[in-house]
């Protein structure tokens, strides 16, 4: 039997479900490319033994090795999900085609960035306070969550006319909804919010591609 193309280094956290999602998505409708995946145990700090620093410098999982690809390593999330929907997205299911829908992809960027360097962070700090921290600070806490909940606002102002973050119409399900939706759904672990309410739209987008099958599956596979 041959090796699978892709090892996927993960774990079940709000940035760890997001490739296998995808990879889940692209499987079902491509067949490929298929995964091994390798949950790194990030109580013991297995993210930050040499041999995974040679896959991912800063320590961190996402990350991965595509075989297929002369052993190519990818880290951080979103350079990850542009990499597989440039190989394996061929006929552009999930994301834009960078010349013949320039701004479509440009917006998707747009959005990503956004998510990526907002949107995350400040759901890390309301981890650090919620769990990690040795001392409680209320008021830092409280910065963070007032921060993603004004954050979950623009989204859900951006989704009031529209099913997907990008795209024609009422948009397209892109790997921008992938990682977006997995940074919101840390809400109630966070205990950002007891429910997404205070956002109609963000919670009727939430529902939606949380009923996916390859969702469903990949947070399985991830053990979240
Ligand atoms: N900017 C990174 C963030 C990744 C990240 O923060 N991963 C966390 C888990 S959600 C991690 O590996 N934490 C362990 C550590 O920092 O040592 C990305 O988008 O991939």
């Known amino acids: 039997m041959s090796e699978k193309p ?5 774990a079940p956290t709000g940035n760890g479900a ?21 949950i790194i145990d990030l109580k013991s ?3 930050k033994q040499p041999w995974f620093i040679e896959v991912s410098p800063n320590g961190t999982i996402p990350a991965l090795t595509d075989r297929s690809r002369g052993n190519f390593n990818v880290f951080e999330t979103g350079a990850i999900l542009l990499y597989l929907a440039h190989n394996y997205d061929k006929e552009g299911k999930f994301s834009f085609n960078e010349q013949t829908e320039e701004k479509e992809h440009n917006e998707m960027l747009q959005w990503m960035f956004f998510v990526h360097s907002f949107v995350v962070p400040m759901n890390s700090q ?26 979950y606002g623009v989204l859900d102002t951006r989704l009031k006319d529209r099913d ?3 795209g024609p119409g009422r948009g397209k399900y892109t790997l921008l909804d992938v990682s977006t939706w997995c940074t919101v ?14 956002w109609p739209a963000l919670k009727a987008w939430h529902t939606t591609i949380a009923a996916r099958t390859p969702v469903q599956a990949a947070l399985k596979a991830v053990k979240w």
Not at 6 to 10: C, D
Not at 18 to 38: Q, R
Not at 185 to 198: K, M
Request: aromatic content about 16%.
């Open 126 to 151: 309301v981890m650090f306070w919620t769990y990690f921290a040795e001392q409680e600070n209320p008021v830092a806490r409280e910065r963070y969550v007032s921060e993603v909940k004004r954050l």
């Open 164 to 166: 997907y973050l990008v």
């Open 18 to 38: 997001k490739v296998p999602i995808f990879l889940e998505e692209l499987k079902a409708a491509y067949g490929t490319p298929d995964y091994d995946l390798k």
């Open 185 to 198: 759904n840390v809400y109630g672990r966070a205990q950002i919010a007891a429910n997404l309410d205070e």
């Open 45 to 47: 700090k297995e993210q």
């Open 6 to 10: 892709i090892i996927l280094y993960a």
